[in-house]
């Protein structure tokens, strides 16, 4: 009895050790599988992801609507915010090449599936479209006419490690590292495209400035630099672009001897292909013509003198009565008012091309004042200078004076203006830009107020104070000329921010973009 009752103790002793050792065993067990299970399907998740982009429509697999696969069906990405970084992710991810285009559904037509990713933002260095920001699978304000769209192309090129040497002649007869401008009125201005191994090719705007410029203006003997374009200015090249974030001091004999990235190493597309004007081989008898432009007749508004076929601003540094006094009198008309400064007419767009002009008054044209030379200035957009003429000239006759009315002219509207139309006042309205002999209409896709406040700077109107879109001051009736604008806020007109191509778009008028500025 007394064995039986120990045995007995034993076993209930025994029994909630047994128990809590097995229940321990139990759940490493299944931490264990857990894991496992993760492990698996995160292998299985990374091996989706890198095999989860597709171009649709297309030609070939490297063009086509832009197509990700989420929970095992495939839907569209919307085209806010969307850009050239965002299609070199897609591009690279699919291993073809670069990106050259950036489309709509109107190309590659309209998904049926869900629209899962929208607002994505790449930076560039991402090797999968998963890795970008967005708001989220599935979260999206969009519809299938906003499907992107990418098309891509094989421009890799081999790196020359850093050099910054002239290499021997090719075949051509051509050194690697030639210079050569395409697209502009002559052989001084243009898109900067550059010679490497047997093919011309085009250099990306980033960081692109006056400095680099002039290294492209001394090298092919046009001169000193006038403006460095930016924004395919010139229009969209189509070849390679070899060239980006070049960084030149000004001294140097070639752009190929200025640092950058490398040869063909770059995060851009054909819409950021850099330009200049150049002052051009021959200086000497130059004469320019003149004209005021942004004011409410054609004796007053911002003065703009043509120098090589462009059309440029005069700085208002030491602008005063005299200098107006000869403008005026090379205009036609009659004696001035005001000789104006700080861009009292709005923001000029084209190059500045005078500045610290001194006439004394007698002088029979603005060029004839002394001046710093065509081009030379430390000036903004910001100092525009501008003249208020009296629209008449007073013509003796005898000992009484007549009144001779100045027939009245048609200032032409320069490429790139911006007018703010239907709101209460000059400072508010519709934005649109005059392009081709025609105003049109902005779509207001990634509208923001870094773009507004190009807007009102331009038109000079202060700051922005909103950024108003769809079509909040009534719907245009022209063409929609820019879609996807993404500005800074540092440029000088609306037509230096980066955008896709003129006319691309996937808009309607009840998408036109507004905006309201401080001086309203």
């Known amino acids: ?7 007995k103790s034993l076993r209930w002793c025994w029994n909630p050790a047994v128990w809590f050792l097995a229940s321990l065993l139990g759940f490493l067990f299944l931490m264990v599988v857990s894991v496992l299970l993760r492990l698996a399907n995160s292998v299985q998740t990374s091996m989706e992801m890198h095999y989860q982009v597709q171009l649709v429509n297309g030609q070939n697999r490297c063009e086509g609507r832009v197509e990700v696969r989420y929970n095992d069906s495939w839907g569209t990405v919307c085209d806010d915010d969307w850009d050239m970084v965002d299609a070199n992710v897609v591009c690279r991810q699919l291993d073809c090449g670069l990106a050259v285009a950036v489309g709509s559904s109107s190309q590659f037509g309209q998904g049926p599936g869900p629209i899962l990713l929208d607002n994505v933002d790449c930076k560039g260095g991402e090797s999968d479209l998963s890795q970008c920001g967005s708001l989220g699978w ?3 304000n969009c519809y299938h006419y906003e499907d992107v769209a990418v098309t891509c192309k094989d421009t890799s090129v081999e790196p020359a490690g850093g050099e910054r040497t002239t290499p021997p002649r090719t075949k051509s007869g051509l050194r690697d590292g030639t210079i050569r401008l395409v697209g502009g009125l002559d052989s001084c201005q243009g898109r900067v495209e550059i010679y490497y191994r047997e093919s011309w090719g085009t250099v990306c705007d980033d ?11 001394q090298q092919i003997d046009c001169g000193n630099a006038v403006s460095a374009h930016s ?36 995060n851009c597309g054909h819409h950021e292909d850099a330009g200049v004007t150049c002052t051009g081989k021959l200086l000497a008898g130059r004469r320019s013509t003149i004209r005021v432009v942004n004011g409410n007749s054609s004796c007053q ?12 601003t005069v700085c208002d540094d030491d602008w005063d009565m005299p200098n107006a006094q000869v403008v005026c009198r090379q205009l036609g008309c009659g004696p001035p008012v005001s000789a104006k400064g700080l861009a009292y007419f709005g923001y000029g767009s084209g190059p500045i091309l005078l500045d610290n002009i001194d006439c004394n008054g007698n002088e029979g044209e603005l060029v004839d004042c002394s001046h710093l030379g065509w081009g030379q200035h430390n000036c903004g957009h910001h100092e ?32 790139g203006s911006v007018r703010l139309v239907g709101g209460q006042n000059r400072c508010e309205g519709r934005v649109e830009m005059f392009l081709r002999s025609e105003w049109g209409t902005v779509c207001d896709d990634a509208w923001n107020l870094l773009d507004a406040q190009v807007v009102c700077r331009q038109v000079g109107c202060g700051e922005a104070t909103a950024a108003l879109p769809e079509a909040f001051f009534g719907p245009g009736s022209g063409t929609i000329l820019l879609d996807n604008l993404k500005c800074t806020g540092g440029e000088a007109s609306l037509q230096e921010c980066s955008h ?6 996937n808009c309607d008028h009840s998408e036109d973009a507004g905006v309201s500025c401080s001086l309203s």
């Open 207 to 217: 960081d692109w400035d006056d400095r680099d410029a002039e290294v492209v203006c």
């Open 301 to 312: 508004g911002r003065v703009e003198v043509l120098f090589r076929n462009i059309w440029g």
């Open 231 to 266: 924004n395919s200015y010139f229009g969209y090249g189509t070849g390679r672009i070899l060239l980006d974030n070049v960084n030149c001091n000004g001294n140097e004999q070639q752009l190929s001897k200025c640092y950058s990235l490398g040869w063909g190493t770059h």
């Open 384 to 415: 525009d200078a501008g003249v208020i003429c009296t629209p008449f000239q007073f013509i003796p006759h005898a000992r009484e004076f007549f009144i001779t009315q100045r027939m009245p002219t048609t200032t032409p509207t320069p490429e």
């Open 1 to 7: 009895m007394r064995g039986q009752r120990a045995a």
């Open 500 to 505: 896709i191509s003129w006319e691309v778009h």
């Open 138 to 140: 599935g979260v999206h």
